[in-house]
């Protein structure tokens, strides 16, 4: 069973929000919440290395996006 902080009712209510939007709607929140977690991910690199130049930051953000031993050549 997956935890959650949300309560049972504001589940329902998300649901019913979710089930009237249309297609293009619910594709851009996706997308907003993808960049969203992108920024958020990178922002804990600078955080962790303020010494980096933010092309570094950007590199290593997309390395962590394979799996070990699979980033493309030169990334």
């Given at each position: 069973m997956a935890l959650s902080d949300t309560t049972p009712k504001i589940e329902a209510m998300q649901s019913r929000i979710h089930e009237r939007?249309?297609?293009?709607?619910?594709l851009l929140m996706a997308l907003?919440?993808?960049?969203?977690a992108h920024e958020?991910?990178?922002?804990?690199?600078?955080?962790a290395h303020p010494d980096w130049p933010e092309e570094r930051v950007r590199?290593?953000?997309?390395?962590s996006l394979f799996q070990p031993g699979t980033a493309p050549a030169g990334l």
């Amino acid at each position: 069973m997956a935890l959650s902080d949300t309560t049972p009712k504001i589940e329902a209510m998300q649901s019913r929000i979710h089930e009237r939007m249309t297609g293009e709607q619910r594709l851009l929140m996706a997308l907003e919440m993808s960049y969203f977690a992108h920024e958020l991910a990178k922002q804990g690199l600078r955080d962790a290395h303020p010494d980096w130049p933010e092309e570094r930051v950007r590199r290593e953000f997309l390395r962590s996006l394979f799996q070990p031993g699979t980033a493309p050549a030169g990334l």
